[in-house]
């Protein structure tokens, strides 16, 4: 178990039960190849402290949650992880943020490339205004990528369980789809590149419970592949999905409001039997 506070621990013999959390085998995420690593990460705007100290590391083939609290920084953090902060003013990250072993801001480092091996899913479904097609194909036509075009776009979609759906009119707009349709979309587009890794900032929040299922769905067969993060207000939505679940907070004790890490561990240990007094807090309604 990871955390940045001190734990003020809750009786072993005493868990607790709010959320219901997906039946699963222990957990051997730990014990797999590390793809982040975050060594006392701290991201500022400007002067402002946004997250202050945090220390997790993300394990390969496993799906990481990221919840808590609106304000507390989960979505600044997700998007650290492949820089797509870097357009904001002021914007700026102490500590080591490192992929592979490899520092993504140090000195040298192509935030393009980082994008291309780290992929991103947004909050609402944005596919561009084209075709099906087109919008699979863009970012592999970007990068060059032009042999094989309409196997890549196959495989893509398949992978985002969305070939059956649209094989028959992947020249139609993309708009034409539903939300659900286009998330998965999303998703594929962001996969036709091969990635490593899928990061999702809250991907489900617009859609309705039919389309979040299959998106859930959706996850399960994706870690096979990459290594999911996904940011998420839901908590039904991390103990259903998650291996792992980071549980981030705000902290105002020193005067000034800033998010922090208060534990990250297995997710059906952090639901149901928390290490710090915050957790249960949080996870059983007194808060947030």
Not at 101 to 117: C, W
Not at 245 to 250: D, E, N, Q, V
Not at 269 to 284: A, G, I, M, N, W
């Amino acid at each position: 178990m990871e955390s940045n506070q001190p734990d003020t621990d809750t009786p072993a013999d005493r868990p607790i039960a709010p959320i219901a959390v997906a039946t699963r085998t222990p957990s051997d995420a730990t014990t797999r190849e590390v793809v982040f690593e975050l060594r006392d990460v701290s991201i500022y705007y400007g002067q402002t402290l946004a997250v202050a100290g945090v220390n997790m590391r993300v394990h390969k083939n496993v799906i990481t949650a990221m919840i808590g609290p609106s304000g507390c920084g989960k979505s600044t953090v997700v998007r650290t992880l492949n820089r797509m902060n870097d357009s904001i003013t002021g914007f700026r990250v102490e500590g080591e943020t490192l992929y592979h072993g490899n520092d993504i801001y140090g000195s040298g480092v192509d935030p393009v490339e980082v994008r291309r091996r780290i992929g991103m899913v947004f909050q609402r479904p944005n596919p561009f205004p084209k075709s099906i097609y087109d919008n699979i194909a863009w970012a592999p036509r970007i990068l060059g990528l032009k042999s094989g075009l309409d196997e890549r776009v196959e495989k893509a979609l398949r992978g985002a369980a969305l070939w059956d759906e649209v094989k028959d009119r992947l020249k139609g707009s993309a708009l034409g789809l539903s939300g659900g349709q286009q998330q998965r979309l999303c998703i594929a587009r962001a996969i036709a590149i091969e990635p490593d890794v899928l990061l999702l900032d809250e991907p489900c929040s617009a859609l309705d419970p039919i389309a979040t299922a299959s998106v859930e769905e959706l996850m399960q067969d994706l870690k096979e592949n990459y290594t999911l993060v996904i940011v998420t207000h839901n908590m039904q939505q991390a103990a259903r999905v998650a291996e792992r679940t980071a549980f981030f907070s705000l902290d105002v004790s020193d005067g000034r409001r800033k998010g922090i890490l208060v534990e990250y561990d297995d997710t059906e240990k952090l639901f149901t039997r928390p290490s710090d007094q915050r957790t249960e807090d949080y996870v059983t309604g007194r808060f947030g």
